[in-house]
């Protein structure tokens, strides 16, 4: 696999197992191809995420997203946390959930 797949399968993996409060809240943004325009960016809610592997994203609906489409992972306010080529832009620790 190659390193920057590797870092994409990682950085989706990292957010999909934080215990965060509501992972719904946060989003994959990617490229899609979409026939006579070209590719347009596109959101998928972490909380549709039935499972990710080495090569894809897989969702709850049976679709599939190649890693080497994803382009951001977005958090709760719509801010990017990760984008490709930057890696992490805010520290997720601080979101963990507090137990009671």
Same mark, same amino acid.
Request: proline letters at 3%; a positive charge.
């Given at each position: 696999?190659?390193? =920057? =797949?590797?870092?994409? @399968?990682? +950085? /989706?993996?990292?957010?999909?197992? @934080?215990?965060?409060?509501?992972?719904?809240? @946060?989003?994959?943004?990617?490229?899609?191809? /979409?026939?006579?325009?070209?590719?347009?960016?596109? #959101? +998928?809610?972490?909380?549709?995420?039935?499972?990710?592997?080495?090569? +894809?994203?897989?969702?709850?609906?049976?679709?599939?997203?190649? &890693?080497? =489409?994803?382009? $951001?992972?977005?958090?709760?306010?719509? $801010? %990017? /946390?990760?984008? =490709?080529? &930057?890696?992490?832009? #805010?520290?997720?620790?601080?979101?963990?959930? %507090? +137990?009671?």
């Amino acid at each position: 696999m190659g390193r =920057r =797949r590797s870092d994409i @399968y990682e +950085a /989706v993996r990292r957010v999909l197992n @934080y215990p965060l409060e509501d992972r719904g809240d @946060y989003s994959i943004v990617y490229r899609h191809r /979409v026939e006579g325009v070209g590719e347009v960016l596109r #959101e +998928a809610r972490l909380e549709s995420v039935a499972r990710v592997d080495k090569w +894809a994203v897989h969702l709850v609906n049976g679709d599939s997203i190649p &890693l080497h =489409r994803i382009v $951001e992972i977005r958090g709760p306010r719509g $801010e %990017t /946390v990760w984008r =490709r080529g &930057l890696g992490w832009l #805010e520290d997720l620790s601080s979101r963990r959930r %507090t +137990a009671d």
